[in-house]
Every structure is written in structure tokens, then in C-alpha cells.
T-cell receptor, first 116, second 116 residues
């Protein structure tokens, strides 16, 4: 029944070693989002894909990249993880344009990233 | 830019009682949505309730209702007949509705504890 699936649930990487987090969805939604949620802080949008169009938030570090090879999958690449990148990373999807269910996002369970 | 403020880091309520979680927001947009999301421990964030800013009527979903005060930019969540399963982190969020695929702006969350 899981509709937005994130793998792995827990990821440990070394300082500076590239890491990729993955997200897949069975909802056939055309928009996919990545949020970063640090401990005791609000989730913060990093970027999103609207169909194939990539939309980066202005304050997202260049260290963070994303790929969306098809509708179902989206990846978050961290090129050189630093200690400050340890966080929960949330993937979400929605259907656009808004319509009747406008704005509702469906979340995965998240990937908790640790950087050693 | 949008901001969302949740001033209660933690709330506690007795089972079967009613609790209200506070949220204020600020936005320069005239078209927006407001949401309450629930994030149980180690599980994905799920939508509790959604409010369209142009609607004056407060949204209701079973035991969950909101008090939407547009002029005051306040959006509180009332949970009636609290149940043990309501224990979670609750996030208030806003989203500009004109863009179709904008991300959510979250508050820092309120940790709700249900006392048996």
C-alpha cells in the first residue's frame, strides 16, 4: 500500500563521500519534492520537479543535486556530505495543477542520513 | 516569502479530552492553502486537514477542526476526544496556491503527548 517509498530508511556515509537517496511513487503524480528536516527544525524545501522541469530553491547549497529519470523515481545526490548535512530527508509528491485536491502532498517515511 | 510559527513545542492532553494547537503565519499572497500534517514517530507525514484561504468556513475532518482567522493570520487545530493514536508531531504549513506546484512552508512543529 505504500505510495511514496524512500530507500534506504537509514543511511550512514563518511564525510565527503558522495551519497544518493532514492524515492519512488505509485501515485503517478507529476510533481516530486525533496525536503530536509534537521532535528527540532521545520522541514525545509530543497527543490522539486514539476514533470521534467527542475526547480531549485534559492538557498539550496550546490552540494545538493537531484535527478528524475522518469515519473516514478527521483533521486537526491549529495556530492560531498558535511557534518551539517546530517538530517532526515523527506520525499513528497503532488498532482499539479492544483484542482480539487490542490496542494496536498504525500510523503514518504524519510531517509535519516548520518555523516561520520 | 511565507513564514509559519508554532509557539508550542510540546502539548499534553488527557485521553478523551480536547486540545488546541496554535499556528500563525505570514504571507504576502492572496491565494494560499493552509495545512496541518501529522508525523508519528518513525512514520511518514500524513495530512490531517486542509483549508483554502478564500473559504471562510472552517474545515472539519471528523474529530479534527480548525479555527481559521484570516485577518489575524491564525490557523489553530482542535482535536476533540483525543486518542492514544493522536500522539505525534504536528506541523502547520502553508503553500501558495497560484503556482500549482509550490512547496510547503512548515512551522517547527508541536509534539503532542496523549496521557492515558
Amino acid at each position: 500500500d505504500a505510495m511514496v517509498i524512500q530507500n534506504p530508511r537509514y543511511q550512514v556515509t563518511q564525510f565527503g563521500k558522495p551519497v544518493t537517496l532514492s524515492c519512488s511513487q505509485t501515485l503517478n503524480h507529476n510533481v516530486m519534492y525533496w525536503y530536509q528536516q534537521k532535528s527540532s527544525q521545520a522541514p525545509k524545501l530543497l527543490f522539486h520537479y514539476y514533470d521534467k522541469d527542475f526547480n531549485n530553491e534559492a538557498d539550496t547549497p550546490d552540494n545538493f543535486q537531484s535527478r528524475r529519470p522518469n515519473t516514478s523515481f527521483c533521486f537526491l545526490d549529495i556530492r560531498s556530505p558535511g557534518l551539517g548535512d546530517a538530517a532526515m530527508y523527506l520525499c513528497a509528491t503532488s498532482s499539479a495543477p492544483a484542482g480539487v485536491l490542490g496542494g496536498i502532498q504525500y510523503f514518504g517515511a524519510g531517509t535519516r542520513l548520518s555523516v561520520l | 516569502a511565507q513564514t509559519v510559527t508554532q509557539s508550542q513545542p510540546e502539548m499534553s492532553v488527557q485521553e478523551a479530552e480536547t486540545v488546541t494547537l496554535s499556528c500563525t503565519y505570514d504571507t504576502s499572497e492572496s491565494d494560499y492553502y493552509l495545512f496541518w500534517y501529522k508525523q508519528p514517530p518513525s512514520r511518514q507525514m500524513i495530512l490531517v486537514i486542509r483549508q483554502e484561504a478564500y473559504k471562510q468556513q472552517n474545515a472539519t475532518e471528523n474529530r479534527f477542526s480548525v479555527n481559521f482567522q484570516k485577518a489575524a493570520k491564525s490557523f489553530s487545530l482542535k482535536i476533540s476526544d483525543s486518542q492514544l493514536g493522536d500522539a505525534a508531531m504536528y506541523f502547520c504549513a502553508s503553500m501558495y496556491s497560484g503556482g500549482g506546484a509550490d512547496g510547503l512552508t512548515f512551522g517547527k512543529g508541536t509534539h503532542l503527548i496523549i496521557q492515558p
